[in-house]
């Protein structure tokens, strides 16, 4: 018999932070308001029931209405675990965050400064100690798992301008799957390799990517983005990534600052350069050409599928590039509302992306863009689909395909990771309070996104069964 019919008005209680729910040995059966998963799947009131394996992998034995479920044969003795107020969706994927950077918190934008104020502000308050970068990243993680995250596509920012791997091994010690991008500048100098440069840069720190290529968190390659890094740079990336079978992620269109530098070599990022030093005639050789950043970086766009964040900046044309290059956007709507990127570029294209076929995942960007009402305890890809869906009315199962596999596969996770079907192994399970009011047969991811209530990571796939990932 369901139990879904049970009047419980407070919102359930659920294991939260280390304290997952242990489903030990055995089957247990989840009872909730309902189930959903990528492309469309969503049954309300729904049970599942689930079994442990000895490597600690969570097996989903069956899934369906809680009547279908009364009759497999493995519900009979199966621990019961009753939550009819709650939905339960798969672990979500953050496809950019900048986790070095959780300490200075949620920060107002000064729209005089504009986007070269804000970049000097975080220069200024990027920690180049150790110890303190590590610190940074674990709350940064800390804060993921509590927004119902199991794979981060995380930066580790460039340290006194060099690569570092500081907060790559941070995140390879913590419990999130995914990969950390080692970030490097690379602007052109006369009569000197860019590629020469980065590989006696990054010679210290190719055993250890190549180390952790097949691991449950690899560590990639990030080109800042087009106004710091040449196009030669990003070449040289993509080899060194081919390589050692690592990914790429990058700044991609990102404002009308940098659509201005690459199309007409000027405005405020040229200043910038001017004043870092960093402008020179191989420098300005590159800019002014009247390209857009996608058409700027279309060479290495080509050799590589890649990450990149925002794609603000997008023409049609653009947008056929990115689709034949097989590259991933990462929209991050409330970062690109906090930067204005609206105001000075118009509405985001993601929509006109997937329609071409261009995959968009969501990713958070740094907290220092979050409201900071909603980055209270939490750094959280359910908070950016809210966003969405709250503004756009974009479809629930669109906004969820974009929170989980969009972003997986780009990190090199498979679908089934993100799947609640019968015989799936998913990597995580998050679940959401629901409003116990809602009208009968309303979608029940529909009723996640209407609600502010926290996500609450139940379950994530600990890292000592990766090697049997
Ligand atoms: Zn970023």
């Known amino acids: 018999m369901s139990q879904t019919t049970e009047s419980i008005a407070e919102e359930p209680v659920f294991p939260g932070g280390s304290h997952r729910l242990d489903f030990g040995p055995g089957v247990t ?6 189930i959903v998963g990528p492309r469309g799947l969503s049954i309300a009131p729904a049970s599942m029931l689930l079994g442990q394996a000895r490597d600690q992998k969570l097996r989903v034995i069956a899934r369906g209405r809680p009547t279908d479920i009364d009759h497999h044969p493995d519900a009979v003795l199966a621990k019961r ?32 400064r504009g986007f070269v104020g804000w970049v000097e502000m975080v220069r200024t308050l990027r920690l180049n100690n150790a110890e303190e970068i ?24 460039a340290v006194d301008g060099r690569p570092n791997p500081t907060a790559a091994r941070a995140l390879v010690d913590s419990s999130l799957w995914g990969a950390s991008f080692i970030e490097f500048f690379a ?42 890094v040449g196009p ?27 659509v201005e530098l690459i199309a007409r070599g000027t405005g405020p990022l040229r200043d910038f350069l001017e004043g870092l030093g960093r402008w020179n005639s191989a420098v300005a050789e590159l800019f002014g050409r009247g390209c857009s950043p996608v058409e700027h970086l279309l060479s290495a766009l080509a050799k590589r599928p ?48 997937l329609a071409a076929g261009v995959p968009v995942a969501l990713g958070t960007d740094s907290i220092i863009g979050l409201p900071p009402s909603e980055a ?48 799936s192994h998913p990597l995580g399970l998050v679940a959401v309070g629901v409003d116990p009011s809602a009208r009968s047969g309303e979608n029940p991811l529909e009723r996640v996104l209407r609600t502010n209530s926290p996500p609450h990571l139940i379950y994530i796939r600990p890292r000592r069964a990766a090697n049997k990932a």
């Open 187 to 228: 602007l052109p100098k006369p009569g000197e390799f860019a590629a020469r440069r980065l590989d006696d840069l990054f010679a210290p720190l190719l055993t250890e990517m190549r180390t952790h290529a097949g691991g449950p968190v690899r560590v990639g390659l990030q080109p800042h983005a087009p106004y710091s």
């Open 376 to 423: 209270v305890g939490r750094i959280s890809i359910l908070d950016e689909m809210r966003c969405l869906h709250a503004r756009d009315a974009v479809s629930p199962s669109i906004l969820l395909d974009m929170a989980t596999v969009h972003g997986g596969r780009a990190l090199g996770i498979d679908d089934s990771a993100f799947s609640l079907d019968a015989g």
């Open 29 to 34: 059966r989840l009872d909730v308001a309902g």
């Open 306 to 353: 890649m990450l990149a964040a925002h794609g603000h900046a997008l023409s049609d044309a653009d947008i056929e590039r990115l689709g034949r290059a097989r590259t991933t956007i990462v929209y991050c709507p409330r970062a690109s509302e906090y930067f204005g990127a609206q105001l000075e570029l118009g509405p985001h294209r993601y929509r006109d992306l």
């Open 134 to 157: 590590l610190g940074s990243v674990r709350r940064g993680a800390e804060l993921s798992l509590a927004g119902g995250t199991v794979a981060i596509a995380d930066i580790a920012g």
């Open 232 to 258: 030669e740079g990003y070449v040289w990336a993509c080899r060194i990534a081919s390589e050692l079978g690592v990914g790429i992620s990058t700044h991609l269109a990102e404002n009308a600052t940098e």
């Open 81 to 112: 675990i009753s939550w009819p107020h709650a939905v339960v969706l798969p672990g979500l994927v953050n496809a950019h965050a900048h986790l070095d950077l959780t300490h200075i918190g949620p920060r107002n934008y000064d729209a005089n």
